[in-house]
């Protein structure tokens, strides 16, 4: 996991490194939206940043799933234990001993 964050610090710092090398006012258009003389640095500030949400957000989402499905299963891990525990005790606890008043059949 380690090796991941390096990578992706890595490219990370390309990325700045890239967009303040470029820095060169530009017009970003956009659908109905047209903004006049913003740094090239800024808009790619903006698409890396929104490229780790984009691809961050499915991933908490999952992460959450599995966290509800693993605290599930500890619930269930305990509730076997216990009766496993209680079956054992069950069986090993001594039985009465045969009455001799009572005749065989």
């Known amino acids: 996991m380690g090796l991941g964050y ?13 967009a303040f090398q470029n820095g060169t006012p530009l017009t970003v258009r956009f659908l109905v939206w047209n903004i006049e003389a913003v740094s090239t640095a800024a808009v790619i500030a903006v698409a ?3 490229g780790l949400l ?9 992460r959450w799933r599995l ?8 619930t269930q891990v305990r509730q076997l234990e216990a009766a496993v525990a209680e079956r054992d005790k069950a069986l090993t606890a001594p039985r009465p001993a045969p009455r001799s008043d009572q005749a065989a059949p």
Do not use: H, N, T, Y
Request: no cysteine; charged share 10%; net charge positive.
């Open 6 to 18: 390096f990578v992706v610090a890595l490219i990370a710092a390309a990325v700045v490194v890239f």
């Open 48 to 50: 890396l940043v929104s």
């Open 54 to 62: 984009l691809a961050a957000i499915p991933l908490w989402i999952q």
């Open 67 to 74: 966290r509800a499905r693993l605290r599930g299963l500890e």
